[in-house]
Every structure is written in structure tokens, then in C-alpha cells.
């Protein structure tokens, strides 16, 4: 018997015997129900999809939107490089996505091949709660190397209806996404025929409660799977390329997506990092560094530049954000690692030492008793990267202050768990 309950059994006894009438024992408060998370994600990535759209310009074939013909010319001046194309531009226009409730965010994320000195812009508009159409607010323009044009998202969108964040449109009180749509633009030099192509394309539209809502989860299944992801450090790269924001704690990022493209047994080849000083450890970090960089952020953390580089080795990739660990077990039941966006304070979460205002790690597991497992890049060295930490505080935090974003990254031959009543992948 548990030495309180005895004593508390004892005191009882004592206090009946005085003539006091002892109180009943507590009955345990039942757990309360978490508020609404509305999550809903939505994808075209097959030519069935892709017919649902309207094309201008762009043909569709073995599941992609490619350049066909051009609807126009347009002159583009890179303002990180100074240099000024001209190019020929398709488009494709995705149908309108009825939502049911009014999102408050969206981030738009892709796949897609950029031969050539071609590139891809993305875009999205919306109606809001007022009943009003939004202008189109750019997502970001895309290259999936940095040889012709700087991979960018685009500051200074702000309006009445709202604003962008780097890669998150953000609405303004009360004029929440009650549907939205996006655009895709191809372009290519003028004068080529080379041949842009977009696998898939889609968005991640959201309303969560108010940080400090969250209630902690229970355990429901891959108690004690931890899946065999490979460790890769951050801070092994301070202080290389600074032109990318200089390894260590920037590179969270593209440190983690690297680990999980490695899972999938890809990356780029040692031909394509040849370029990277060979004294630098683990050199497709650096690669992926500078082909996740964003030139008008600065840093290689933009969420879905992330997963478009992962594209590139023909994975699936998208950003979206997941109700709870319960949630999250699924992928890992269904042995899929997540890349996790959280920030917190110094020991905040047991088993993190430190405090970050935004970090990404990889969730490759759980402890039997639920606990989650994370490959986590903020760490000496490649063989301190793996940490089990605590589940509640794991949890509060990434809900609480990244609306619990993930990037999900896999081959199509692996099969993503089935999606909630409203899909949120």
C-alpha cells in the first residue's frame, strides 16, 4: 500500500474516533476536453487533380504541371543579385478550397524542378469572413538552385485583409480565410525550351486556440518504436559559409531535413557537394544550406523551401501543422519521422538544456512509455544528437508556439497513415 494512503487512512480513523467526521477521499477530476484545433490541408499532385484547376499555358502529364506554351513575357530583376531576365510564364490556378471555419493562417508548399534557369512562383488569394476577395499574396518564388535567380520569399505584403510572414499568410482580426486558392507561375528564360515542372502543390489553412490551451495527450500507439534515422549535428558546421547564415544554430533546418532525406536512402551525391571545403564534416549539410537558403530572410529556416528541397531527390514533401502527439505517433507507427518547428525556454522541456526562439528537430520516435524520441541537431556532436524528452512539456511547447508545424517527407511507396474526418495531410 502507497505510505500517503495509509497515513491519510490513519488520519481518518483518528479523526472518526474524536467524533469527527473524516472527509471523503478526492475523486480524481476527469481530463478536460481540448479546444478545437480547425487544421485542414489540401494537395494536388495527380493529373486528376491537376484537371480540377484552370491551366494557361501549362500542360499536365505523368502527375505534373509542365511549361507548354507561354501567356506572356515577363521582365524579372533579381534585387539580391541586381540581375535582370526576361521570361516566358504558364500558369495554373488551383479551384477554391472551402474551409467551414475562418483560418487565420496559411502556408502554401511544393514540389517542383527548375532545369535551365527556370523557376516557379506561388501564390495564393482568399475570401475573408467579410465576404471579400483578397489580392494575391506571394508564397515565394523558387529555384532549386541558386545559379540564376536568389530563392526568395517576398517582404513588404501587408493590406487590411492581412500580411505575409516570410512564408505564412497571416489574416488581420476578423477578416479570417473562410476559402482560398492558389496560383502557380512557371517561367522560363526567353528563348529556351527548357521544361519547369510542379509535382504537387498545396496549403495548410488553420484556426487553433490561444497558446496555453493545450492539453497534455495519453499515449495511444508506437509505444517503443524508434525509427533508425541517421545523426547529424548543427554546431559541427559554426561558423561555415557565413553567405548562409554560417552553420551551427542557423542550420536547424537543413541539419534535420538532411537526416530525414538520409532516412529515405537519398540526397545529393558527392558530385554536387564537391563544391564544399573538404575539411567540413558531413558536407550535404552544407548543400543543403545553401539550396534551402532564402535571400530575403536570410536564413535557411523558411518551412516550405525545406521541403521542396527535399523534393528534389523525388520525395514527397509538404508543410502542415498536426492537432497532438497522438497524431504524430501515427506517422511514426507508420514509419514515417517528422521535422517539428517548436521554440522554448532553457529547461523548459526536460531532457533540452537550452532555450531557442525557434528551432527544428526531428521526431523519430517514442520511448515505451510514450515519451517522445528526437534526433535533435543542437548538439556537440553527431553521437549526442539522439534525445528522449518529456512528453507533456514536448508537446506544449511545439503546439503552443508553432501551431505544432511539421514537414512531412517520404517516398510515394510509403503510405501515410489515413488522414482525420477534417484532413490535416
Known amino acids: 500500500m502507497d505510505r500517503r494512503n495509509a497515513l491519510r487512512l490513519a488520519l481518518a480513523g483518528a479523526a472518526a474516533s474524536a467524533g469527527v467526521v473524516a472527509e471523503a477521499p478526492a475523486i480524481a477530476k476527469p481530463k478536460p476536453t481540448p479546444p478545437p484545433r480547425d487544421v485542414v490541408y489540401r494537395k494536388w499532385s495527380s493529373d486528376a487533380d491537376f484537371a480540377t484547376g484552370a ?8 502527375g505534373a504541371l509542365m511549361f507548354n506554351s507561354a501567356i506572356g513575357q515577363r521582365t524579372y530583376t533579381d534585387p539580391f543579385t541586381g540581375s535582370t531576365g526576361s521570361y516566358d510564364y504558364a ?4 479551384p477554391e478550397v472551402q474551409l467551414g471555419f475562418a483560418a487565420t493562417e496559411a502556408i502554401a508548399s511544393w514540389t517542383a524542378s527548375t532545369p535551365g534557369g527556370s523557376w516557379v512562383e506561388i501564390e495564393m488569394r482568399g475570401v475573408t469572413a467579410l465576404g471579400n476577395t483578397t489580392v494575391w499574396y506571394t508564397l515565394g518564388r523558387w529555384a532549386a538552385d541558386d545559379t540564376v535567380i536568389a530563392r526568395t520569399s517576398v517582404p513588404a505584403q501587408s493590406d487590411l485583409d492581412g500580411r505575409v510572414a516570410i512564408d505564412t499568410f497571416i489574416a488581420a482580426a476578423g477578416h479570417g480565410l473562410t476559402r482560398w486558392q492558389l496560383r502557380v507561375t512557371l517561367l522560363r528564360p526567353v528563348g529556351t525550351t527548357v521544361i519547369p515542372q510542379v509535382r504537387s502543390v498545396g496549403a495548410v489553412a488553420s484556426k487553433l486556440p490561444a497558446p496555453g490551451s493545450v492539453v497534455a495527450s495519453t499515449p495511444q500507439t508506437a509505444q517503443g518504436v524508434v525509427l ?3 545523426q547529424y549535428s548543427q554546431s559541427i558546421h559554426q561558423g561555415e559559409y557565413p553567405q548562409w547564415n554560417g552553420g551551427g544554430e542557423a542550420w536547424c533546418s537543413p541539419t534535420s531535413t538532411s537526416m530525414v532525406v538520409a532516412h529515405w536512402g537519398t540526397g545529393p551525391t558527392p558530385g554536387d557537394y564537391a563544391w564544399v571545403d573538404p575539411s567540413y564534416p558531413d558536407p550535404w549539410v552544407d548543400y543543403a544550406a545553401r539550396n534551402t537558403y532564402d535571400s530575403n530572410y536570410a536564413g535557411t529556416g523558411n518551412w516550405p523551401f525545406n521541403t521542396a528541397y527535399a523534393g528534389r531527390f523525388g520525395l514527397e514533401g509538404f508543410v502542415t501543422r498536426l492537432r497532438s502527439l497522438n497524431e504524430a505517433e501515427r506517422f511514426i507507427a507508420a514509419g514515417v519521422p517528422l521535422i517539428c518547428s517548436l521554440s522554448f525556454k532553457k529547461n523548459e522541456i526536460p531532457g533540452l538544456t537550452y ?5 527544428l528537430l526531428v521526431l523519430v520516435g517514442f520511448s515505451a512509455t510514450g ?3 528526437l534526433n535533435d541537431p543542437a548538439a556537440a556532436s553527431n553521437a549526442a544528437v539522439r534525445k528522449t524528452v518529456g512528453r507533456a512539456e514536448f508537446e506544449a511547447a511545439w503546439l503552443n508556439t508553432s501551431g505544432g508545424i511539421v514537414y512531412v517527407i517520404h517516398p510515394a511507396s510509403v503510405a501515410l497513415p489515413a488522414a482525420p474526418t477534417q484532413p490535416n495531410w
Open 55 to 62: 491551366a494557361a499555358g501549362v500542360g499536365i502529364s505523368g
Open 91 to 94: 500558369t495554373w490556378t488551383s
Open 228 to 230: 533508425a534515422v541517421p
Open 355 to 359: 532555450g531557442t526562439n525557434g528551432h
Open 371 to 373: 515519451q517522445p524520441v
